[in-house]
């Protein structure tokens, strides 16, 4: 969102910075759509439903957990061969597994009252940066597989509302996925 607020504000705005009138006119138009795009984007981080935006913080939460197993694969240190099929084959699952139905899910729930209509989707957003490649490797093992088994809880707590019950095979699905990388 910052890259739009910085494009609108590094506009040229006069005929004193070297621009004709005819080039004033698109520049005012690019304006308008900037600006358009930017409270598009704005709106997108305002979910005014509760609901949704538990299912979206638990979106969130998979989407770091995943990049989390990635950098660890990519940048693996003092794994085994199996181990790291483990990672790679963690990362596919949470995103084909996971990610897939969650953000389907997703595009199904309401942003909120203030926006009738219009529905949530994922945002792919990192709430908490954290450092993804953890230089130890036990320790890399066993914060991700607490992080999958929280992941676990969230979506079991969730999967008993009305509607979300297709988390609760999430829930195993990532119990399992856990279960894989604490016995590696």
Request: hydrophobic share 45%.
């Amino acid at each position: 969102m910052c890259e739009y607020l910085f494009a609108q504000f590094t506009l040229k705005r006069g005929t004193d910075e070297g621009l004709t009138d005819e080039q004033l006119a698109k520049v005012a138009a690019w304006e308008a759509v900037i600006v358009d795009v930017t409270k598009q984007e704005m709106l997108h981080l305002a979910i005014g439903d509760p609901l949704t935006a538990q299912v979206a913080d638990l979106f969130n939460a998979v989407y770091e957990t995943t990049l989390q197993a990635l950098s660890r694969y990519f940048v693996h240190g003092g794994e085994t061969a199996e181990q790291v099929t483990v990672l790679a084959r963690t990362a596919k699952h949470l995103m084909n597994w996971v990610m897939r139905p969650l953000g389907s899910i997703l595009t199904t729930l309401p942003l909120g009252p203030e926006r009738p209509g219009v529905l949530a989707g994922p945002a792919f957003e990192i709430v908490q940066p954290s450092f993804y490649v953890l230089p130890h490797r036990q320790a890399a093992w066993r914060i991700l597989a607490e992080r999958l088994e929280e992941l676990a809880d969230r979506a079991e707590q969730l999967s008993g509302t009305s509607g979300l019950g297709t988390l609760a095979e999430l829930a195993d699905k990532l119990r399992g996925m856990a279960h894989d990388i604490q016995t590696a």
